[in-house]
C-alpha cells in the first residue's frame, strides 16, 4: 500500500515498466524494498516485475477469498525471508526472484488442503515455502547456468505436488477433497465440451461462457475462480505492459479454444482449467523472451496450444494420485519455446538478463543502431 | 522416386553412403531439396543421411499398410516443412534432422488412433508433427549444447504419449484398442514365453519363430508389423551402410534373446516388440556415435540388452494408462552408452557434427597418421 | 582383511581420513589394489573414500544377513570389474566411484527377489551391477560435466526400478512379496504413528523406539534391518570422519522426527524407513560438499527434513507398481541442497574434485592465509 500511494503521486510514467526509480527509492528503507521485493514477487509470476502489478493482484487474490490470499501471503514472505536468509543474490531477491514460488506454494496448498485457516496447514504452508526458495535456487544454477533459460515456477511445482502426494498417507496430511485418486480410464465417450458452471449446471455455449472461460482462466493462475480477479489481474497487468496485457487474454482464449477443440470437459473450460497455462504461456512468449514481431506472437499462440494439450495430458497422468496438473503444462510449453532461442535464425531472442518489458525489448531494439534496416513488425 | 532414378543411373558409389553429390545437385530445385530432406528424415530414424534409405523404408511402410505409409508421410512433410517456417538451421533440415521425428509422430498416431483414413486423427497428426519440430529444436539444443549428444526421438516420444494420454479423457481424443489402461500387478506367474504369432496360436518355437521375431523387431521400428518390411528396411540400411545392417540384424537378435531370458510374453517377442528398440541402439553404440572396435561392438551387444530391459520397465511402468513404451528404450539406453565417450579411455567417440556413416568413420581412422600404430580392429 | 591387519599395525593416524598412504602401498599389487578400490566402493555410498570404513559396512551387512553381505560384495566385485573393462577412469576406480552404486544393486535385489541364495537372481544382480557402471559413467558425464555435481546413486536407483518394474511381468522376474502393486489412496485416516516393531506389537513411543528407530535408519541405507548393524556402521564413518558419523546420526534422527511430525506409518518409522535418505544427506551437506559452518550445519538438517518427505512423496508415488523408494529421496534432497553452491554468497562449497573429509575441508580452510579474519565455527 506504501509502494501503491508513493507511485501514484508520482504520475503514471512513474509505475510503468519495472519501476527502477521507485525500486531505488525503496532501498532506503530495509522494510520497504523487503515489501517491494515481496511484490514483485507476485508479478513475477507473470513475468512483470513492478510491485503494482503485485498490489493488484495480491488483491485478486484476497477478493476472490481472504484465505487464499492470506496464504499466499505467507508463503511469500517466507520464501522472501529464506532467500535473505539463506544468502541468496541481492539483484535477484529484489527483483521478486524468490517469491513467485512461495505465493504459489501458499496459494496452492491453501486450496489442496483442508480446512481453511488452519495452523497446521499454516506450518505446511512455512515448510514448503522455505524449501521452494532452496529448489529454486538449485534449479535455476541449472538452468540459467547450463542452457541459459529460467527454470519459471517448476520449483512451486515440485514442493506442492511432493507435499500433496505424500500427504495422502500422512495422518497429519490435511488433504482435502479435491485430491482424489482413481483409475485412469478411457472416459472419452462420456465427456461433453458444452460450457457450463457445474455438472448439474444449464448450458453456457455463449458469450456469458466464453467470457467465463477466458476470465476465470485469468485468475486460476492464482487458485482464483472469479471473473472479477481476473479482471483485476488483467488490469494490473496492464500497469506494467499493455503487450503482456493482450497476450494473457489472447493466450487463455486460445486455451479454452484448444479445450473445445479437443472436445474436453465443458464443466473445467468454463471454470478457466484450460485458460491459465496458456496465458502465462503465451505472455512469455509473445514479447518477454522474444522481442515481438509476426514471427513471436504467431509462436506464443503455439505455445499457449500446446500448453493446453500438456494440461491435459498431465492432469490424465495424475489421475491415479488425484493431484492436480498446478503450472507444470505452462512450464514445460514455455521451455520448448524459448529453448528455440539458439535454434531458430529468425527469432529475436531477450536474453534472461536482459529482460524488462514487452514495451522496453521493442523500443531497445528500435534503437539500435542499423542492426537490421526493415522495419520491425508489432503486433 | 526422383531421387531414386536419378541415383539408380550413376551406379552404385553414387548411393553409398551420405550421397553428398546428390545432395548438391538436388539443392538447385527447392522441389527436389525439399524431397529430398524428407526422405534423409526418413533415414535418420537409423541415423542413415540417406534418400534411397528412406525411400526403401518408406516402400516398407505402405507394403505393411497403405493407411501407416500416408500417415507418417504427412507427419513427416509437416514436421519438415515447420522447420523451414520456424527458421531452423537450413543444413540440419537438409540432412533430415526435422523429418525423423515427424514420421514417426504420423506413423504411431496412426496406429494408435482409430478409425484409419480419419479427417481427424489427420488433423492430430499435423499438429503433433508441427510440435515434434519445435520440442525437437528445444531439445537439440539443450542436449547439443551442453551434453555433445543428440536427443534421438525423444521428441516424437514426448509429442506421442503427450497426444495419447490426454485423448484418454476428450472426447475427440479418437484412442483406439491399443490404448488400454490397466492395473499393474505381478503377472509373471501366467507369462509364457513360448514364442507365437497370437494368444491362441500355435507355438513357433523354431526357426520360424526366430526370424519373425527379428524381422518383424526391425520393422516395428517404423510401426509396421510385417516380416517383408523387415527386410526391404534392412537392403534399405544396407545401401547406405553395411555394417548399420549387420548391427541392425544383430541388435533385434539380442533383444529377441533378452525378452527370451527373462521369461517375456511370447507373442510380444515374435511380433517384434522386443527388437525394434535394441535394433536402433546396436546400431548407434556399434559404429555410428563410436569407430568400430571389438571393444565398440560388444558395447553396442551390451546397449540391445539394456534397451530391452527398458522396453520391458516401461511398458510395465506406463501400465495404469495403457501407454505404449515406443521408442523410448532406445532413447534411454542409446543415451547412456554414448554419453560414456568422455568417460572411458578405450573408446573412440564420433562427435555429433562429424558423423557420417560407420564405413566412413573406420576409413577416416585408418587415413589418420600415426595415431595409432596399431591396425584396428573391424567387426 | 588384508587392508584391516596393514593398517592396523600401523596406528591410529594411518586408517584416518582418505588414507593416501595405504592406497599407494596397495597400489604395488593388483590384487590388494582391486580389493582396496571394492572397500572404498561401499564406504563411498557415504562419501567416505576409505577402505576400513567400507570394510565395517561390509561386516555389517554380513551381521545383519550373510545372504545380503554376500549379494551385495557380488554387485560390488562386478561394478568394479565392468569399470576396469569398460576403460573408465583409473583415479575414479580407485577412490571407489564405481562400486558404491554395485553394491547398493546387490544388496536391493537381494532382498526385492526371490528365494535368498537363487543363480538366478545372482544373474540379474551381475547384469545389474554391469548396467549400473556404464550409467554411472553416463550420468557423471552430465552431472559433473554440466553442473560440477555428482549424480550421487542415482545410477543404482535407475537400474534397480528397472529391474524391478520389468519383472513384475517376467516369468523369470524373481519379485518377492515385497513389491506389491496397489492403488494409490488416501490413507491418512487408518495411519497411525505409534512408533512398534510391527502392525501387531505393542507401541514403543520410548526410549526403545527412538533408539530402533535412528540405528536401523542408519542400517538400512544398505538394506539391512539391524540396531548392531546401525552401531557398527557409525564406528565405521568415525574411522574415517567423526564429522560425518555425528551428522549421520543428526540425520536419522530428524528424519525420525520428519515422519512422526508428518503423522506417518509408525512401523515404518521403528525400521528405519524414514531415517536412511535423511542420514545419507544430512552427512553430505554437513561437511562434504560444504565446508562445515553453522550456516552448512542448519542447511544439512534442512536437507535431511527434505529427503524425508520425498521418502514419503516418492513412496506414495510408486505405490500403483509397489515399488521401493531406495535411496531416490537423497539423491534429490542432496542435489537441491549442494547446488546451492553458486546461488549462495554465504557458503563455502568444496569442488567435487577437492572432496576428501570433512574434517581435512576445516583444516585445509584454516590453512588459506587471510581469506577470513574471524575464526571458523565448527559443530
Known amino acids: 500500500m506504501t509502494a501503491d500511494a508513493a ?32 511484490l514483485r514477487g507476485i508479478g513475477q509470476v507473470c513475468f ?9 493482484i ?24 529464506s532467500a535473505i ?16 514460488n512461495g505465493i504459489l506454494v501458499g496459494a496452492g496448498l491453501s486450496l489442496f488442503l483442508q480446512p481453511d485457516w488452519d495452523v497446521l496447514v499454516m506450518v505446511w504452508i512455512v515448510v514448503g ?37 505424500g500427504a495422502l498417507n500422512f495422518a497429519n496430511g490435511r488433504v482435502g477433497g479435491l485430491v482424489a485418486p482413481a483409475d485412469a480410464q478411457v472416459t472419452r465417450g462420456e465427456v461433453s465440451n458444452t460450457l457450463r458452471a457445474a455438472t448439474d449446471a444449464a448450458s453456457a455455449n455463449n458469450i456469458e461462457g466464453v467470457l467465463n472461460a ?57 471454470n478457466g482449467l484450460w485458460g491459465f497455462n496458456s496465458f502465462d504461456a503465451a505472455l512469455a512468449v509473445g514479447g518477454v523472451f522474444f522481442v515481438l514481431t509476426w514471427r513471436s506472437g504467431l509462436l506464443a499462440v503455439a505455445c499457449a496450444v500446446l500448453a493446453a494439450l500438456l494440461f491435459g495430458a498431465i492432469a490424465s497422468l495424475f489421475t491415479p494420485w488425484g493431484l492436480p496438473a498446478l503450472t507444470l503444462p505452462f512450464v514445460f510449453a514455455t521451455l520448448a519455446f524459448v529453448l528455440l532461442k ?16 514487452p514495451e522496453n525489448h521493442l523500443s531497445r531494439k528500435r534503437a539500435e543502431p542499423g542492426v537490421e534496416s526493415q522495419p520491425v513488425a508489432a503486433a
Chains 1, 2, 3 share one sequence.
Not at 48 to 56: E, F, K, Q, R
Open 342 to 357: 539458439d535454434a531458430s535464425t529468425e527469432l529475436e531472442p531477450v536474453a534472461v538478463e536482459d529482460i524488462t518489458t
Open 129 to 165: 515455502a522455505f524449501f521452494s526458495t532452496v529448489l529454486h535456487g538449485a534449479l535455476a544454477s541449472v538452468f540459467i547456468g547450463a542452457w541459459k533459460v529460467p527454470p519459471f515456477t517448476l520449483a512451486f511445482n515440485f514442493i506442492t505436488l511432493i507435499f500433496l502426494i
Open 58 to 81: 495480491l488483491v485478486a487474490m484476497f477478493v476472490a477469498e481472504a484465505w487464499l490470499g492470506f496464504a499466499g501471503a505467507l508463503g511469500l514472505v517466507v520464501s522472501t525471508l
Open 85 to 100: 536468509l539463506i544468502g541468496m543474490d541481492r539483484g535477484a531477491i529484489r527483483a521478486g526472484l524468490f517469491g513467485f
Open 214 to 270: 477466458i476470465l476465470r482462466g485469468i485468475s486460476q493462475l492464482f487458485f482464483a475462480n472469479s471473473v472479477v480477479s481476473g479482471i483485476i489481474i488483467i488490469l494490473g497487468l496492464a500497469v506494467c505492459s499493455r503487450i503482456a496485457a493482450v497476450f494473457a487474454l489472447v493466450g487463455s482464449t486460445v486455451g479454452m479454444l484448444t479445450g473445445l477443440a479437443l472436445g474436453a470437459n465443458g464443466v473445467a473450460i468454463y
Open 48 to 56: 512483470m516485475n513492478n510491485p503494482v502489478t503485485g498490489l493488484a
Open 7 to 38: 507511485t501514484g503521486s508520482a504520475g503514471w510514467r512513474s509505475i510503468d515498466g519495472t519501476m527502477a526509480d521507485w525500486a531505488a527509492r525503496a532501498d532506503g528503507s530495509p522494510l520497504l524494498a523487503f515489501i517491494d521485493s515481496c
